[in-house]
């Protein structure tokens, strides 16, 4: 690559009230599969959240080219990571910087725009085929899942990429922006998807 891309990575939080902490995590698979892509992550602390002024400081002093929204914890359980992801994506529109959504990732992306999320079954620990929308290209063809909530219908600015059989959205697009959500967790492969890996170093700019 030409130069370093630096991708900020949001993280889960895992509350330990036995010891009183509320701890910000991130699954090392998934730094793993955005060095993979040639990228350098960097995770972004929640505890950063109740200033904007602090969020604005750090991301002058780490320069991401790119931000990805990680999966875990369902929206409105961790007020902290939902203040920093949508500041996040605040910085990434206004910046004009790509943006992939991971699960709850895009669940965050969609509910940032406007739009709703729904109960699902038969999505956890499971796999879906994708049915890929006409003229969407690069897409793996099967993959994995793991959430009890999907989005209620496409928000607004986004198409649609891919389904599951179901009809639930699997990917989708903005219409304007470089930024993608996928409700799957290129992490949680066996072995890291070449689609996968292919797709999100052409989104990031790799």
């Known amino acids: 690559m030409s130069s370093t891309v630096v991708v900020a990575v949001s993280q889960r939080v895992d509350a330990w009230p036995e010891r009183g902490e509320r701890r910000d995590a991130v699954d090392q698979r998934l730094m793993a599969f955005l060095h993979a892509a040639g990228t350098v992550p960097v995770a972004v602390p929640n505890s950063f959240s109740g200033s904007a002024d602090v969020l604005t400081g750090w991301a002058a002093a780490i320069k991401p080219r790119a931000i990805l929204l990680s999966g875990g914890n369902d929206i409105g359980e961790c007020p902290e990571r939902d203040a920093t992801e949508r500041w996040l994506l605040d910085h990434a529109k206004t910046h004009a910087l790509p943006v992939l959504g991971v699960c709850r990732g895009m669940q965050m992306m969609a509910v940032w725009t406007g739009g709703a999320l729904m109960q699902v079954e038969g999505h956890v620990r499971t796999r879906h085929v994708l049915a890929v929308a006409p003229g969407e290209t690069g897409l ?12 209620a219908d496409c928000p607004p600015g986004f198409v649609v990429m891919a389904r599951a059989e179901d009809g639930t959205i699997e990917a989708m697009r903005h ?32």
């Not at 967790?185 to 990031?204: C, G, Q, W, Y």
């Open 140 to 151: 793996p063809s099967e993959v994995n899942s793991y959430h009890n909530l999907a989005l």
């Open 175 to 206: 219409e304007r922006l470089p930024w993608e959500g996928w409700m799957w967790h290129p992490e949680r492969e066996p072995v890291l998807s070449p689609a996968d890996i292919a797709r999100i170093k052409v989104l990031f700019r790799v």
